[in-house]
């Protein structure tokens, strides 16, 4: 008969039961730090490193000793500014560790044993017993490197941009200043030359022969064009600087349209302006300026209709406003430039187009003299069937 043999019971203390839960605990948090894909660590009350995944190494560039490596698996820390040295005792986690406080918000720049920098954003938080006393401390290491060259292309891109617009108002206000003398500079010689134009026609009938005669009318044509555009350049220079000044007054606005389509009827012989509709209304406005807009809108239609021999005007009133809608027959405008015709120094591009001479500055004033009434402004148009430019002012 065989008889069994009983092993020498195992005694378990409090000590054994402790030992062991302490390791399946550290056991367990290992587990979890290696399984994080962010970068992170643990040190010891006193410092050293306990624990650390494969990101905090691949961060660092090497793997720390446990146990003899302090605060840091990195040898160089430094300030954002990638100069000031940072002692390891100083570092973020060994403040955390020492104070017994969370540390955030704190940049650092961390360096490689193969001399790459890489910006980190630590996070240590320390931790407690039961007691109150910090015992270890755990550390988060977010890298920030990629961020922050993405900062600086953009602080280098705004700089640019900057710069830029710098130059480019500089360049505006030379320009402009430009318009502005040449402009005074020109206007007040090319009067002068109309004028003694128009006394060589009247004092001397000698001149009076067909062929002179024609000189003489479109050299007096050609200076008068000339005012025009210097005209043009002075207001822009006034607009620009928020100069351009307007003197109200109660117009009856059905005869001041009347006297505008009058004196060009007079003056142009290749195309009939129909004019329909009209208006009982008063208005307070700048006679001139309004009458300006008109002359602007005309010539435009006559300069842009091509072969067509008409021009339709028409005036309309509501309530509230008086309407005026001028018609040509002519090349039309293209969709993508309707908005653009009432830009400065805007002109349009094509066959037709090229052969008109222009600086695109007739619409930009007539559209900033109707905005100062409070009036709109805006075309219809379609390419090889004309426009039609309406503008609204107030009655009152």
């Excluded at 490197?145 to 941009?161: H, I, V």
């Excluded at 402009?176 to 001397?204: C, D, G, Q, R, Y």
């Excluded at 060009?264 to 009458?291: Q, Y």
Aim: proline share 3%; with cysteine; aromatic share 6%.
């Amino acid at each position: 008969m065989s008889h069994l043999k009983l092993s020498k019971p195992v005694t378990l203390n409090n000590d054994n039961l402790l030992l062991g839960s302490r390791q399946e605990k550290e056991n367990s948090e290992s587990q979890i730090i290696q399984s994080l894909a962010a970068a992170v660590y643990t040190c010891d009350e006193n410092g050293y490193i306990k624990l650390y995944n494969k990101a905090a190494a691949t961060l660092w560039g090497r793997e720390p000793e446990i146990g003899k490596d302090l605060w840091c698996g990195s040898w160089k820390i430094y300030e954002p500014d990638g100069v000031t040295r940072v002692s390891l005792d100083a570092c973020p986690m060994a403040v955390a560790l020492k104070e017994g406080r969370s540390i955030r918000g704190v940049e650092i720049i961390v360096e490689r044993p193969d001399g790459e920098r890489r910006n980190i954003m630590p996070h240590p938080d320390p931790i407690f017993n039961s007691s109150g006393k910090v015992v270890e401390a755990v550390n988060m290491l977010v890298d920030i490197t990629d961020l922050k060259q993405k900062e600086n292309e953009l602080r280098n891109s705004e700089e640019k941009y900057r710069t830029l617009a710098e130059e480019l108002q500089l360049a505006l206000k030379t320009e402009e200043e430009f318009i502005s003398i040449a402009s005074h500079e020109l206007k007040t010689p090319v009067t002068s030359i109309s004028v003694f134009l128009e006394v060589l026609l009247e004092m001397h009938p000698e001149l009076k022969d067909k062929h002179t005669n024609y000189m003489l009318t479109r050299s007096k044509a050609q200076v008068e064009r000339l005012i025009g555009l210097i005209r043009d350049l002075l207001d822009v220079t006034k607009i620009k600087a928020g100069k351009l000044d307007l003197n109200f007054e109660e117009v009856d606005f059905n005869n001041m349209v009347d006297g505008v389509v009058h004196d060009h009827s007079s003056t142009i012989s290749s195309h009939r302006i129909i004019k329909t509709g009209e208006s009982n209304s008063k208005i307070r406005c700048d006679k001139n300026r309004i009458e300006q807009v008109l002359s602007n809108l005309l010539t435009n239609a006559v300069k842009y209709s091509g072969k067509a021999n008409e021009i339709h005007f028409h005036i309309s009133e509501n309530k509230k406003n008086v309407q005026v809608d001028i018609q040509d027959f002519g090349i039309g405008i293209k969709d993508e430039n309707k908005t653009k015709v009432f830009d400065r120094f805007f002109r349009a591009n094509g066959k037709d187009a090229g052969m008109l001479s222009s600086l695109g500055l007739g619409l930009y004033i007539s559209a900033d003299i109707i905005k100062r009434h409070k009036g709109k402004i805006w075309v219809d148009s379609k390419m090889g069937n004309g426009s039609i430019f309406h503008f609204s002012l107030p009655k009152k």
